[in-house]
Every structure is written in C-alpha cells, then in structure tokens.
C-alpha cells in the first residue's frame, strides 16, 4: 500500500499550489479520502474529506473558499487545489486513506512565503 503526496512547494502569498496524492495497493474507490496538514509545534488539523464516490465532501473553515478536494477514481488520486494561500497556510500536508483499513502518506511541504 502507498500514498505518494505531490506538488509541494514554496509559493507567495496569494498563490495557489495543486496538491496530488496518488494511491496504490487498495481499492482506492471505496475509501473515503483525507488531506491534513501539520505546522510546526501545532497539532495536526483535517483539512479536507471526499467519499468513496466523490459526492460528498467537507472543507475545514480555516479553508474554505479556498481549498478544493477532489479525486478521479480511474486514476487512484485525490487531489487539494489550493487558491489565495497564506503564510498561516504552511505545513507539511499528508493524506490519508479511511476504510477497512487506515493509510498515511509520508506528506509533501507547502511554505507560502514572500
């Protein structure tokens, strides 16, 4: 099993980065998916959730408005488009996979910096 997190990165503020999380080893479309992040010194914070079949999702407040999750089934990956992004915003992200069993990504580092 594997959850590879991609497009982290160093952006401005105002900017917008597209997170990738591409998933292997499980039937990917029956799990609910995840996206968290973690500052440093700060607890880790659930950021965005999709289902299985990517009708319902939900957006923390911290990020809503600007922070869109999705996922295409057929390619086994969710995905977190994030818009107007904030220095508040840095963290590593991680996402993980809810199911008959749990899975965590090793997560990718979003620093949002001028």
């Known amino acids: 099993v594997q959850l590879v997190e991609s497009g982290g990165g160093l952006v401005q503020p105002g900017g917008s980065l597209r997170l990738s999380c591409a998933a292997s080893?499980?039937?990917?479309?029956?799990?609910?998916m995840s996206w968290y992040r973690q500052a440093p010194g700060k607890e880790r914070e659930l950021v965005a959730t999709?289902?299985?079949?990517?009708?319902?999702?939900n957006i923390a407040d911290s990020v809503k408005g600007r922070f869109t999750i999705s996922r295409d089934n057929a390619k086994n990956t969710v995905y977190l488009q994030m818009n107007s992004l904030k220095p508040e915003d840095t963290a590593q992200y991680y996402c993980?996979?809810?199911?008959?069993?749990?899975?965590w990504g090793r997560g990718t580092q979003v620093t949002v910096s001028s």
């Open positions: 999709i289902r299985s079949t990517g009708g319902i999702t």
């Open positions: 993980a996979a809810w199911g008959l069993r749990n899975y």
């Open positions: 080893g499980f039937t990917f479309n029956s799990y609910t």
